[in-house]
């Protein structure tokens, strides 16, 4: 399978993934749907086994160092989606990074993640691990990541730093500094 189709695939499969209540509830239920975007938040998961997407637009500088060699610096643009799962404070994530200076693909990232402070705060702070692409020529390599971030009440705009590895034989670390905005969320269930 191409780098391409398996992209494409995973993303079909985040996309039209069921989202499925753990259990058949009332309306009354429907008063703890997601309200207007909130930064890297996917939810509080009650009542859920896989939660309702939400998405993130995110802007910001890219920066790789390496041992002995001069930090690499770009834009970068990424759309940052993430969904709660039925178990506390762990949810998962999928990321697509471009870098417009260097290349018209994006490398594409799939995490589980444990977030250890409540939702609800205005900070943000998830450590996960997962699998991103374009770190080991075609194939996927492992990834670990660390994002902070604060969630201002200035248009709901979120600046945050991510700092990631991927666990190949390269030794570099890369950063993310930007600023992240949510997209209206969605929320998908069988009825």
Known sequence: MTLARAVALACAVLIALPLTRVQAQSDSMDAQEP???KAFFPGNGAGWTVGYPSVDV???RYTAVHDFFTPLN???LRV????NTGIP???LSADMNWLPSVSANPSVSFLG???PLSRESNFYLSGGAGLITAHNGNAFAGWVQVVVAYRTRIHEL???VQVGHALTT???VEFLVGVAHPLAPYLFHVP
């Open 35 to 37: 309200v207007h975007g």
């Open 58 to 60: 995110d802007v910001g």
């Open 74 to 76: 770009y834009l970068f």
């Open 80 to 83: 940052h989606t993430s969904m």
């Open 89 to 91: 404070h762990f949810a």
């Open 113 to 115: 993640q444990i977030d």
């Open 158 to 160: 979120a600046p945050f």
């Open 170 to 172: 390269s030794q570099r």
